[in-house]
């Protein structure tokens, strides 16, 4: 067999010098020049402490993001780039930005400058492509000092929940050095009033903005019913004595998980609940969920939460650190957070069974009792929490009873209806419903002041009441009663 190479046509020296040219670049570390990336499509997401400005790529492109001032602009440079959609139907209400304009920068790369009506913080970063979009540049500018919900709670409000927080661990603490106090210096100050402050429901719309979560079969986005849903419950919130809402989401943008809860915790609720709606594979799956964090996320969260900060007061003595753990050994430190958790995770399953009672009087259940899952929105370790499954957008029918407006108020009622009844029965201690209680105010109720000879079951056969609802609505435990003491009689 001949080894003489065989002649080599044009195409062939074609082909070798391409090979040759790529191994230049290669050999001195240049990259190969790409084809120039198109800006096909720019969204914006306003929120009250951000915008977010998303740039749809047909290809990756390296970009440059920096301030200017005099006037304030934010400019976003994009190598080897061009502009394929129109700048200037971009909708800029709510957000810093009051004008767009764009040009050609050094020949073949692209600039877009922000005009700014305040001094934002900047930070970018890009996407590669998935299910939904393709290549992406993400632009978010924070608003400094702004807070991310729209009426944040007052600072006196909260100084309050916090000194209450404190003052009632520090109470629980068996070896807490408590200073001397002379009674008669005791007797002489006068009481300061009771706070009756409202208790706090902190709402979260899942999802939002460029995340749309799950989409029905006739094209219903999740983030869009479960803000429908979540506006309802505020309402229904706010308009209730004793009780104010915190809306976490307020519009069309996106929050991280992780920023949710913190969020929240700023607020200082007293309860959290997110809202979404379920998704499946196939269309048959129906009915309303609710979730609690499982046992097992909560003791991993617990400890990521130790080993990030020694010290993380606000999970036993308010968010300002009113309380310290650094005094404490590990053991100590994990077995106290692990009593919060333990605690807060029973009062969600508390609050959870009677808001899946509620929904089982509006909607079909897909889960009879209340799940326990790992989710990240849920693993705020200090505040009670539950992650509530509407229906199943999935479904067809479904879908269709998810965005009748009269299912979505049903839903909230319920949702309600579960947390109010909760924490009317479970009060926190500074609250104006605590205060009713203590105070026999309530409007669905009579007093009446035990004589002498006079038996609980007396009394409620006087007023018409069965004795175990008697014994219930005064949180009495036997049958022993005292000269003097004042009964609430519920009324039938």
């Known amino acids: 067999?001949?080894?003489?190479?065989?002649?080599?046509?044009?195409?062939?020296?074609?082909?070798?010098?391409?090979?040759?040219i790529l191994s230049f670049f290669?050999?001195?570390?240049?990259?190969?020049?790409?084809?120039?990336?198109?800006v096909d499509n720019v969204r914006l997401w306003a929120?009250?402490?951000?915008?977010r400005l998303v740039f749809d790529l047909s290809a990756d492109a390296e970009a440059n993001v920096f301030l200017l001032d005099d006037p304030k602009r934010l400019v976003i440079d994009l190598d080897e780039s061009r502009l394929n959609t129109d700048l200037g139907s971009l909708d800029l209400d709510g957000s810093a930005i009051t004008g767009v304009r764009s040009g050609i920068r050094d020949g073949s790369g692209l600039r877009v400058v922000l005009e700014l009506s305040r001094a934002v913080e900047p930070r970018h970063f890009t996407l590669p492509p998935n299910e939904q979009y393709g290549h992406r540049l993400v632009v978010d500018m924070e608003y400094p000092g702004e807070s991310a919900v729209e009426n944040p709670i007052d600072p006196i409000e909260a100084m309050i929940r916090e000194q209450e927080i404190a003052a009632t661990r520090h109470r629980s603490e068996p070896d807490s050095e408590a200073p001397r106090v002379d009674p008669e210096v005791v007797a002489r100050k006068p009481a300061a009033p009771h706070p009756r402050r409202d208790i706090i429901i902190a709402i979260d719309p899942g999802h939002g903005g460029e995340d749309p979560g799950a989409i029905g079969p006739g094209g219903t986005r999740e983030k869009d019913v479960v803000l429908e849903i979540s506006r309802r419950l505020q309402r229904l919130v706010d308009n209730t004595e004793g009780f104010r809402a915190v809306m976490i989401r307020d519009g069309d943008y996106f929050i991280g998980l992780r920023q949710r809860t913190q969020i929240a915790r700023e607020q200082k609720a007293d309860f959290f609940v997110s809202i979404h709606a379920d998704a499946f594979t196939s269309p048959?799956?129906?009915?309303?969920?609710?979730?609690?964090?499982?046992?097992?996320?909560?003791?991993?969260?617990?400890?990521?939460?130790?080993a990030e900060s020694e010290n993380r007061a606000d999970l036993i003595g308010g968010v300002d650190g009113n309380l310290s753990l650094k005094d404490k050994d590990e053991m100590l430190r994990g077995v106290l957070l692990d009593l919060t958790m333990t605690a807060t995770l029973n009062d969600s399953l508390s609050i959870g069974g009677q808001v899946l009672d509620q929904l089982g009087k509006v909607n079909r259940l897909h889960r009879s009792r209340v799940e326990q899952a790992g989710f990240r929105v849920l693993k705020s370790p200090d505040i009670p929490s539950l992650l509530i499954e509407a229906g199943f957008i999935s479904n067809p029918d479904e879908e269709r009873r998810l965005r009748d407006s009269g299912h979505q108020q049903r839903l909230a009622e319920s949702i309600f209806a579960g947390i109010e009844s909760h924490f009317r029965g479970n009060p926190p201690p500074a609250s104006l419903l605590a205060w009713q209680r203590d105070n026999r105010r309530t409007p669905s109720s009579n007093e009446y002041r035990i004589q002498p000879g006079d038996t609980l079951s007396q009394i409620a056969a006087r007023h018409g009441v069965p004795v175990g609802q008697l014994k219930q609505a005064n949180e009495i435990n036997g049958d022993v009663i005292r000269v003097g003491q004042v009964l609430r009689i519920p009324r039938s």
């Open 284 to 306: 048959q799956p129906n009915g309303s969920a609710v979730y609690a964090l499982s046992q097992r996320g909560a003791t991993s969260e617990t400890a990521q939460w130790l």
């Open 47 to 51: 929120a009250p402490d951000h915008a």
């Open 1 to 20: 067999m001949s080894t003489r190479p065989l002649p080599m046509g044009q195409d062939g020296k074609l082909s070798v010098l391409c090979l040759l």
């Open 26 to 38: 290669l050999l001195f570390g240049l990259s190969v020049p790409a084809q120039a990336a198109q």
